[in-house]
């Protein structure tokens, strides 16, 4: 009885918990963080950048080169010709924002990662909304080393030119994977938050995209204070539920994130190169137990 009544009670203070501040839920000014610029893609699908007769870096990608081995000091340019219509985006949206320059902070308390996307709201195009119910969303993927090139390419291995929105495609099929399997461990772990109603989603990225099925995600909140962004993660490092990678500490995964800016739907979004994640261990973005 007593036992049963304290399980209770233990619940309750979790459930609190995770309505606020989360009881393990790191000092965030004492956490680094990682300037992380993400850019206005247009129309650039793995097929385009692995096409070596358009992408200049295709021949040493395949030698194993990293996208930000080459564009690392290029990102906001990058993103100004694409937003502009100069180069791939035969539909630029006039006064899009080319680039955002975002700060990703992370840590782990042994049960939790914790991460902080922070950035400032860029100012809006005045485009007829996308998605008028979310101003912004912001996803992040993780990958445990499985799918083929995603240490070097992060999320452009889901990111195909049949995909929809993209010019001329499906309006149903979604981002996949070549070879896409849960149970192969052929996936990329999803998660979002929304901010029309502070929504959050646990999905994955395998044959396709499912925003469902997880169970790592504890909480996903974000505020805009006078234009400043904060959106915090926390997601158990154990995962649990279908298209959950289970975190390790000592390990890296490959990650990468995206922001919908601008009510923006599909591929309209603000895109990261691919990086390395460490749970406790040394890796571009290293989530270290606080
Ligand atoms: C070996 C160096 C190299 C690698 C690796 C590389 N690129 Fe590029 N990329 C280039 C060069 C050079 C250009 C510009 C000229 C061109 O389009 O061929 C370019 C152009 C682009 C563009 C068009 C915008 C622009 O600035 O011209 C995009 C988008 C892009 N790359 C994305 C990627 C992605 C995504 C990856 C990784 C999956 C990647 N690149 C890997 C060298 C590289």
Same mark, same amino acid.
């Given at each position: ?13 979790? +459930?609190? /918990? #995770?309505?606020?501040?989360? *009881?393990?839920? &790191? ?10 610029? =993400? ?84 100012? +809006?195009? /005045? #485009?007829?909304?996308?998605? *008028?119910?979310? &101003? ?10 499985? =799918? ?143």
């Amino acid at each position: 009885m007593n036992m049963k009544l304290s399980a209770v009670a233990l619940g309750m203070t979790l +459930a609190m /918990g #995770a309505g606020s501040a989360l *009881a393990g839920a &790191p000092d965030w000014g004492s956490v680094e963080a990682r300037k992380i610029p =993400i850019f206005y893609p247009g129309v650039s699908p793995i097929e385009w950048i692995t096409n070596g007769t358009e992408h200049g870096g295709a021949r040493l990608l395949k030698k194993g080169e990293a996208c930000v081995d080459c564009h690392d000091e290029e990102i906001a340019d990058m993103g100004k010709k694409m937003a502009s219509g100069s180069k791939i985006e035969p539909t630029p949206i006039p006064g899009k924002a080319p680039s955002i320059a975002v700060n990703v902070q992370a840590a782990n308390d042994g049960e939790n990662l914790y991460l902080r996307f922070s950035w400032k709201q860029p100012k +809006a195009s /005045g #485009a007829p909304k996308m998605d *008028a119910d979310n &101003p912004v969303k912001v996803a992040f993927m993780l990958e445990d080393n499985k =799918i083929e090139r995603a240490d070097q390419s992060g999320c452009w291995e889901t990111c195909h030119q049949d995909a929809r929105t993209m010019p001329g495609a499906d309006d149903k099929k979604t981002k996949h994977v070549d070879g896409g399997n849960v149970d192969a461990g052929k996936f990329y772990d999803l998660m979002q938050w929304r901010s029309g109603k502070g929504e959050m989603h646990d999905g994955y990225v395998a044959d396709k995209r499912v925003m469902e099925g997880g169970k790592g995600l504890v909480s996903a909140e974000g505020k805009n204070e006078g234009g400043n962004w904060s959106v915090v993660f926390t997601r158990k490092l154990a995962g649990g539920g279908k298209g959950d990678i289970a975190l390790v500490a000592g390990k890296t995964y490959n990650f990468g994130f995206a922001i919908h800016d601008d009510s923006a739907k599909g591929r309209f979004h603000h895109v990261s190169f691919g990086y390395s994640l460490g749970i406790d261990a040394d890796a571009d973005i290293n989530a270290k137990k606080q």
